[in-house]
Nanobody, 114 residues
């Protein structure tokens, strides 16, 4: 049974940083790219970043230069380092394993506010 658990969210002031973690159990992530998405209140879930098996990364334009996605296959974990946070980054952040029809975690809340 595949389980995905995100953590590391919280309340942070604008300009601050957070590091999100995504721990996967029940499946190895080594053969898959892994992705982060987010969903703000009243909005659709949107793509944030992905990291391929070889370490290549992709980002949505709004987070380029501020966020960094990485992976540790030995720990079956994916990270999202978020720097210079803005109020518009406020959302629930989800991790996705694109295996079968896709597996999602329950999300972790990130709130950027002064």
């Amino acid at each position: 049974q595949v389980q995905i658990v995100e953590s590391g969210g919280g309340l942070v002031q604008p300009g601050g940083s957070l590091r999100l973690s995504c721990v996967v159990s029940g499946s190895s992530i080594s053969a898959y790219f892994m992705a982060w998405y987010r969903q703000a209140p009243g909005k659709q879930r949107e793509f944030v970043a992905r990291v391929y098996t070889g370490g290549i990364t992709e980002y949505t334009d709004s987070v380029k230069g501020r966020f960094a996605v990485s992976r540790d296959n030995a720990k079956n974990t994916v990270y999202l380092q978020m720097n210079r946070l803005k109020s518009e980054d406020t959302a629930v952040y989800f991790c996705k394993l694109p295996r079968d029809s896709g597996y999602w975690g329950q999300g972790t809340q990130v709130t950027v506010s002064s």
